[in-house]
């Protein structure tokens, strides 16, 4: 069984105008089936406004289905109770894109690793220190630098210290929103990098999502080709990267910096 299973997902958004409603709906999300296999790592690609990140957020529970569903290890979320979900979501965590926009500037980087660190049990306070410098030397980090707050820190060392709020929790699924095209070029080789060694050394299941096939064939060991809210094209990285089968995955290669 896969860990993850999307089958017909479908989102949809209602058009709008001055009046209200016109009757028509943009699909973002339509008709979407994945399978995710335990301690892989599945590249999603496609261009903006594709549906990735909506398909992503469905997938988080933090957008409701139109049509389908979506199965965890074998449970239904779409099933569940908002509080259930809550507790299951400690299993699924995200990377979003830009670390500038997803961490809380009030909060020091002590602050914000305690809290996601105690989220499935209460850390005793005498505890916490040890526990976050683990935790950022994990991810590459100084923990001299823990009392910190975001601003004082690089676009790199922000999506370390996203990532580290992410694995916190101790998730088996992590969806990893395009999280190095915020990032300068020398800096996003590491990021690949620290993400592919944690999925080993933690046995994460990933969902790598990116508008840059190239980096997703380095990443991933299944890739899913989406445009217009679908999937157009699945299979092994290095068959999908060699051999592409759909006239859009082949525009895609072309397209990518060599």
């Not at 979900?85 to 299993?91: A, N, V, Y």
């Not at 410098?133 to 690089?154: D, I, N, Q, T």
Request: hydrophobic residues 40%; glycine residues 6%; proline residues 5%.
């Amino acid at each position: 069984m896969a860990y993850l299973e999307v089958r017909e997902a479908s989102v949809l958004f209602p058009v709008r105008n001055t009046w209200g409603t016109t009757g028509e709906v943009v699909r973002a999300v339509d008709g979407v089936s994945l399978r995710v296999e335990r301690g892989s790592i599945l590249g999603l690609v496609g261009e903006s406004g594709c549906g990735k990140s909506t398909l992503s957020r469905a997938i988080m529970q933090l957008q409701p289905l139109t049509s389908g569903s979506i199965e965890l290890d074998g449970t239904n979320l779409s099933t569940l109770h908002p509080a259930e979900i809550r507790r299951r979501r400690l299993d699924f965590q995200m990377v979003f894109q830009d670390p500038y926009a997803s961490l809380n500037p009030r909060f020091s980087i002590f602050s914000t690793l305690v809290e996601a660190l105690s989220r499935r049990a209460p850390l005793p306070r005498h505890k916490r220190e040890s526990a976050v410098a683990e935790l950022m030397e994990r991810v590459g980090l100084s923990p001299e630098h823990m009392y910190k707050y975001p601003h004082e820190f690089s676009g790199g060392q922000r999506q370390r210290i996203a990532i580290a709020r992410a694995i916190a929790p101790r998730p088996a699924l992590l969806l990893a929103d395009e999280p190095v095209s915020a990032l300068d070029v020398s800096i996003q080789s590491q990021i690949l990098n620290l993400l592919t060694d944690l999925t080993r050394e933690l046995g994460l299941t990933m969902i790598f999502i990116s508008h840059d096939l190239s980096v997703v064939h380095y990443m991933a060991d299944n890739i899913a080709v989406m445009r217009r809210g679908r999937i157009v094209e699945y299979g092994s990285a290095d068959d999908v990267f060699r051999h592409p089968q759909h006239e859009y995955t082949r525009a895609l290669l072309a397209a990518a910096p060599r």
